[in-house]
């Protein structure tokens, strides 16, 4: 496109034709305001804090959406822009919970942030009538509390569009306008999937996830109980950005002496168990093609996913991977190799896991998942609570060596389970385990460069063995919905489907890092993550999950091999069609 | 159906009907106004009484204007002689039809001359000889009360269609656009955007994309009518000016929004689009051009939002009613993501007259930026409730004083509202000001949709600039800052100043507030929402410092500043208001003068309504 | 909103819910027809309880909160039955101007209600209304489809009595 002469704040630039002025300002290094807008998902012009003076326009303009023109005078920084967002914040103030000391959000809340910046000091002057909503803990990974609410719409925004979910929207109208579900009804009652996109964008502390953070220190104070710690792939790649690091940053060895130093018995990484899930996914597929099983295969790794399949497409349920997530494989193992192993009776073993991902804390609870007569997993917390202990527990991330070694028999991983955490990793470590055991050869290239990157929907077709083996990658589940109808009308005819619930993968999951819109509108965050964990890949020895040693001395010394019966009942779950919403006569209905 | 053919049914309803030197005419006004005077009954009346009589046809028409005195019969006889009754009841229908319909001579007692209350006024017989009509000039309602909505041959005889007929078959969609341009037309339905330049924003790239003409119909000013009036009088002038601008700008679709409310002006669209259908004026191949074009209604469901025409797409796109942020200006991205465009009622109503008789014709009419007439919807205290089509540039004063017949019961003129809760008032110093789109902005009011309500001096300004806030912070849809808590904050301190425990301070942030409102909300409905506030301020600010500074209200409006008590000197202890009083606040022996203790009273009035000798006085 | 539990049991008669779907095939593939078919399903039901709802979702495949949110945006749809009769008192300006507040004043009096409820034998509900476009005979109060104009409030009671 051509370049447009404009003016902002009477210096010239020439910038590309329709950008918005938010864009183009952020070109002259200056970062407007915002609050409701994320590029491509909430362009609505509602919140009115990127406001600023154009020369000529009648009232204040909405830079966020506004389009530049030839000629354009901007001004970003005028009194009048100024004090309109005074008034702004304000008012947003007369209607919010103002007890930051105590909000979770308090230190990175968007809202606060903007108070401080436009020194909001008379924060009362326009106290009036204030709603007051009930906070809503219902769902088991996160907490509602409208009370903190601006409604800026970006939770119901990747709700409805990233995830196809839509069960939070805006109700009611005027002063009375609130986010919720229908009927007011609980979220737990909702077919909400428990991605927690919605937390990881909200500017403010209106909405969280259940912090577990509490149950893991104690458990780690009770001498009669064993607490181990596993580690999933993408916290790694997001955790420094806790700590002030750029987006991108890997931080391993920094995490696993930090776990350390928190007093986890054992460090463990999920890594080793998306190896193992490789082996059983790999097996599955393999048995599939060859005994005529129901294909395409989809992957079952992400639990927000499993619950939206299981919600609104139940007919596909045939088609998933029996395979338990890498999470509860690691736990099942846990409680039975590795217990026999260091000789705990499993009851005594805490077994907590670290992930991006807040769908987690409902797997955890999922029927059929606790192997050993006890949960394969006791507590799930999120790459944020994690980095809230550590900084409760005083310990000086950024200080902490570098290196760092996972415990045995559980820590070692090739580079296919370290991939895992992008969208496309599963697909491609299947693969590498996969092709070989198909071909019998050893493959020249072990990267899969096809189905990699951040598209929502990938596809790629593979000559394996004489077999065309159709594949598709997809992330968000408003793109698995997508997907799924395409498999459903006979549109397409895959072999084999990774789906992850968030878009990207886990590594933009929902209990990594909340990273402001100002970082999240003009940096690809999951893009960012996503190279670290492929730079691990590259510099791990090994990088096919049947090559792992402990994998294969788990599989000679217990499991005997893919598919066993062992292996079945460890590894391997079921799962159930759900309701879309819970019994609605259970509920009074409040208007 | 060809050019000749409509012109044939023209001539056939003109002579058998329409100017009929056989049969005498009655007219039943049966707009919503008229039926809810009982104008149902008046005209079952006359159809009974007049069955089997051939010389006398009973019909229906649309509004006629003069809501006051509805019902309204207008009597048309063989030799083209008009007269117009008022107030009709059944009773006074059955002696109108044996003494006029019947006998030859008109009634005098029911004459509109006889009703109205204007001197000038008493000699005329029928409408047009009254002041309140003569002053008027009427393009957009020039079929309202003159022909039966319900019948599109009524319509065809008094030119309808021929304006579709001309664009189709001798005017290029450009030529079009440029006779819109030319005529200086500006939209009706509040912010006055030239209506040409909106058709030719979307004119691009004809033929090739899907595009929409959109009618808002979607009137929820309070105390604005005009375009039910319209709907309910000449539904198809509107639906054939939507068809000129499908062809116009190359559309194929138009829609309808209509406001649920108005049930009578949905049934009439109804059954005009269905006539309209099979006659082929709308349809494919329209008077056997290549042109098709096609409507359909959709019905609001009480959405005040939805006037404003992203709103408005997006609400007939099955969503919540919340504005877009603009641009794409609909002319771009629309209805549905298309091109559209959007006019409200009156607008449309005036196209067709601008297509016949020429840009020109329109453009002599009016002031410089102001071109052609404007519908207003006279109401409060103003003695000729109803609606006027005036001139542009004819002055308030005017229109109050000799169309409205000047204010009830001997009051002072106060101030007019315009623009409903997006405009503001003008006080009496702008008496003189001649009505138009620049000079209302110009003294902090607005066209608007042309609600113009007329306020005497027992009206309190703050309560009004608070009723009308009222009404904006329930509509506001809630998507802005600014609107969604800005104007609740507004009103709270407007409570504050009506209830007495305000200070100057408030009133700082009154105006403050205010201002940041108008300059920073998403779209219309919030930026122009404190308007009344911000008006009143401007002339009537002494009222805000009389609540503010002296707890006082001085139109005696604000309840909860006023004082009651009795006069000890007109009291004669009869111990009817202690008796009536529902909170038991006055004090008193039998025989002397009693007292209200103001702790306990409510100034719910009962002891006014009570007391005989008046003895009961508010200060 | 005070008191409004939905006490009254869902009709779940076939003949209703068939009519339903008739309007819902009819528009299903029509763009923007959700407030259409929304509007007509209150036809049938008189309200918008969440088993309509839910059906209207399931079968245009939009998700509920989406209608729940649409329903609750617009004054015209009703979560609750209406009384018989519905009465509604006109505060458009040139009614507010007239004194209709002390009207609906009056009637919530004689009632015991307020707009928005129903009288418990579900003969009356009251709700209060925006401009009906007749100006000229404020204040208006409406009775189902019955217009009283120039109401005086000390005329409530006995307009309210005609229809009990």
């Not at chain 1, 996830?209 to 149950?215: H, I, L, Q, Y």
């Not at chain 2, 003159?146 to 065809?156: G, T």
Request: proline share 5%; glycine share 10%.
């Amino acid at each position: 496109m051509a370049d447009v002469n404009i003016k902002i704040n009477n210096v010239d630039y020439q910038v590309p034709e329709g950008i918005t002025i938010l864009e183009a300002a952020r070109m002259a290094n200056i970062h407007i305001p915002t609050l409701c807008f994320l590029k491509e998902v909430n362009e609505i012009g509602a919140c009115r804090m990127c406001v600023v003076e154009v020369k000529g326009a009648k009232g204040l303009v909405t830079s966020c959406v506004y389009p530049v023109s030839e000629g354009m005078e901007i001004f970003t920084h005028t009194k009048r822009v100024i004090d309109s967002r005074v008034k702004n914040l304000q008012l947003l103030l007369s209607n919010h919970n103002r007890e930051c000391l105590s909000c979770v959000r308090s230190g990175n809340c968007e809202l606060q942030s903007l108070c401080r910046l436009y020194d909001i000091r008379e924060d009362s002057i326009y106290d009036g009538e204030k709603p007051m909503y009930d906070l809503d803990g219902s769902a088991v990974h996160l907490v509602r509390d409208n009370n903190k609410c601006i409604l800026c719409r970006r939770c119901t925004a990747v709700c409805e569009k990233y995830q196809g979910v839509g069960v939070i929207g805006p109700n009611e109208r005027g002063f009375n306008t609130n986010i919720g579900s229908p009927f007011n009804m609980k979220l737990a009652d909702t077919s909400c999937v428990c991605c927690g996109q919605c937390i990881t964008v909200c500017p403010t502390g209106a909405l969280a996830e259940k912090d577990n953070t509490f149950d893991v220190f104690s458990a780690i104070e009770d001498p009669t109980k064993h607490v181990i710690v596993q580690v999933a792939p993408s916290v790694r790649a997001g955790l420094g950005e806790e700590f002030g690091l750029p987006v991108g940053v890997g931080v391993e060895g920094q995490m696993i002496n930090a776990l350390r130093a928190l007093g986890f018995a054992k460090v463990f990484d999920t890594n080793f168990a998306a190896d193992l899930t490789i082996m059983e996914e790999a097996n599955e597929f393999i048995q599939r093609v060859q005994n005529g099983g129901k294909l395409p295969l989809i992957t079952s790794c992400s639990p927000g996913w499993i619950k939206y399949c299981e919600h609104y497409h139940p007919d596909m349920i045939p088609h998933l991977s029996s395979c338990k997530s890498p999470q509860q494989m690691f736990g099942a193992i846990a409680k039975s190799y590795y217990a026999e192993k260091a000789g705990i009776d499993p009851k005594d073993i805490v077994m907590v896991s670290v992930m991006p991902c807040t769908a987690k804390k409902f797997e955890i609870g999922r029927d059929d998942q606790a192997a050993n007569g006890v949960p394969d997993v006791d507590i799930a917390i999120t790459t944020r609570e994690l980095a809230r202990m550590i900084k409760r527990a005083n310990i000086d991330f950024l200080a902490l060596p570098k290196e760092g070694v996972f415990d045995d028999p559980l820590g070692k991983s090739t580079g296919a389970g370290v991939i895992f955490g992008a969208t496309g990793g599963v697909m491609e470590a299947a693969l590498r385990t996969a092709v070989e055991k198909l071909t019998g050869k050893e493959l020249e290239n072990v990267e899969f460069t096809e189905i990699r990157g951040t598209d929502g929907i990938k596809e790629a077709t593979y000559n394996v063995a004489g077999m065309d083996v159709n594949i598709c990658v997809c992330s968000g589940t408003a793109n698995a919905n997508k997907v799924l109808n395409m498999v459903k009308s006979g549109e397409k005819n895959y072999h084999f489907i990774e789906v992850m619930c968030c878009p990207g993968g886990c590594v933009n999951g929902g209990g990594q890092p909340r990273q402001p819109a100002e970082v999240r509108n003009f940096v690809d965050i999951k893009a960012l993550r996503a190279k670290a964990l492929y730079d691990l890949d590259k510099e791990r020895p090994l990088r096919k999950s049947h090559e792992n040693p402990d994998i294969i001395a788990l599989y000679d010394e217990f499991l005997s091999e893919p598919g066993s019966h062992k292996a079945h009942a460890l590894l391997h779950t079921s799962y159930i069609k759900r309701p879309m919403y819970n019994d609605p006569k259970s509920h009074p209905v409040k208007k | 159906m060809k050019l000749q053919d409509l012109n044939s049914i023209k001539e056939r309803v003109l002579s058998d009907v329409l100017e009929s030197t056989e049969t005498i005419r009655v007219l039943v006004g049966l707009a919503t106004c008229g039926i809810a005077s009982g104008a149902v009954p008046v005209m079952e009346k006359l159809t009974e009484l007049a069955a089997g009589n051939e010389k006398i046809s009973v019909s229906k028409t649309g509004c006629i204007g003069i809501c006051q005195y509805e019902p309204i019969v207008e009597v048309i006889t063989p030799d083209h002689q008009k007269t117009t009754y008022v107030k009709v009841t059944p009773e006074k229908a059955e002696i109108i039809y044996k003494e006029h319909l019947l006998g030859g001579t008109p009634v005098p007692d029911y004459l509109v001359g006889t009703v109205l209350p204007s001197g000038e006024d008493e000699i005329a017989t029928c409408l047009e000889e009254t002041i309140f009509y003569k002053k008027q000039h009427r393009i957009a309602l020039r079929n309202c009360g003159r022909i039966d909505p319900e019948q599109i041959d009524q319509y065809i005889a008094t030119d309808g269609y021929q304006a579709l007929g001309k664009v189709l078959t001798t005017m290029s969609p450009d030529d079009v656009i440029q006779t819109m341009l030319d005529s200086g037309l500006r939209g009706r339905g509040g912010a006055g955007f030239p209506t040409g330049l909106k058709w030719k924003f979307a004119s691009g790239n004809r033929g090739n994309v899907q595009k929409y003409v959109c009618c808002n119909a979607d009137e929820g000013d309070p105390g604005a009518f005009m375009d039910r009036a319209v709907l309910e009088g000449d539904p198809h002038a509107v639906l054939e000016a939507m068809a000129i601008a499908g062809y116009a700008i190359g559309a194929s679709m138009g829609y309808i929004y209509v406001r649920a409310e108005y049930p009578t002006a949905i049934a009439r669209l109804r059954i005009a689009i269905d006539q309209a259908k099979e006659l082929g004026l709308l349809g494919d191949n329209i008077f056997g051009t290549d042109f098709s074009f096609d409507i359909d209604l959709r019905l609001g469901s009480g959405a005040f939002v939805c006037g404003e025409e992203t709103a408005l797409m997006t609400s007939i796109e099955g969503n919540r009613g919340e504005p877009r942020p603009r641009p794409p200006f609909p002319a771009v991205k629309g209805l549905f993501q298309q091109p559209t465009i959007l006019n409200n009622v009156e607008t449309w109503a005036n196209i067709p007259r601008i297509i016949l008789n020429g840009a020109e014709w329109f453009s002599s009419m009016g002031t410089e930026k102001s071109k052609g007439t404007k519908v207003f919807a006279l109401g409060g205290k103003i003695n000729n409730t109803g609606l006027v089509e005036i001139e542009m540039g004819t002055t308030l004063r005017e229109v109050i004083e000799e169309i409205g017949g000047g204010i009830p019961n001997g009051k002072a003129f106060k101030a007019a509202q315009t623009g409903g809760p997006s405009g503001g008032c003008i006080s009496k110093e702008n008496y003189e000001v001649p009505i138009d789109y620049d000079n209302l902005i110009a003294i902090g009011s607005m066209m608007g949709s042309g609600g113009l309500i007329v306020m005497d001096e027992d009206n309190c300004m703050v309560d009004i600039a608070k009723f009308f806030l009222e009404f904006t912070v329930d509509e506001s849809c809630g998507k802005c800052t600014p609107c969604r808590i800005g104007t609740r904050r507004l009103l709270e301190i407007m409570e504050k100043i009506t209830s007495g425990n305000a200070t100057m301070k408030d009133l700082e942030h009154l105006e403050e507030l205010a201002t940041y409102i108008k300059e920073d909300a998403l779209c219309g409905l919030g930026q122009t929402a404190p308007n009344p506030v911000l008006s009143t301020l401007r002339y009537f600010r002494h009222e805000y410092e009389a609540h503010i500074k002296n707890k006082k209200c001085p139109a005696g409006v604000c309840k909860d500043l006023l004082v009651f008590s009795i006069n000890p000197h007109l009291c004669v202890g009869c111990g009817l208001c202690q008796s009536k009083c529902p909170t038991g606040a006055i004090f008193g022996t039998l025989r002397k003068p009693h007292v209200i203790n103001p702790e306990i009273c409510i100034r719910c009035g009962t002891c006014i309504s009570a007391c005989k000798q008046e003895a009961v006085e508010v200060v | 909103m005070k008191a409004a539990q939905n006490a009254v049991p869902f009709n779940n008669d076939p003949a209703l819910q068939e009519r339903l779907q008739a309007i819902i095939e009819k528009y299903k593939d029509e763009k923007g027809a959700l407030i259409p078919v929304l509007q007509q399903a209150q036809d049938i039901y008189g309200y918008l309880p969440i088993e309509v709802q839910m059906a209207v979702a399931k079968a245009m495949d939009v998700p509920l909160e989406k209608i729940y949110g649409v329903v609750t945006f617009y004054s015209f749809f009703n979560l609750y039955p209406k009384g018989d009769y519905e009465i509604s008192v006109c505060l458009g300006t040139a009614c507010y101007v007239k004194g209709s507040r002390k009207v609906l004043d009056c009637i919530q009096e004689t009632l015991s209600i307020e707009p928005g409820q129903c009288t418990s034998d579900r003969k009356f509900s009251l709700d209060t209304c925006r401009c009906i476009g007749a100006c000229g005979l404020a204040p208006v109060m409406l009775i189902n489809d019955d217009v009283y104009g120039r109401v005086l409030p000390a005329e409530v009671p006995e307009i309210i009595s005609k229809y009990q």
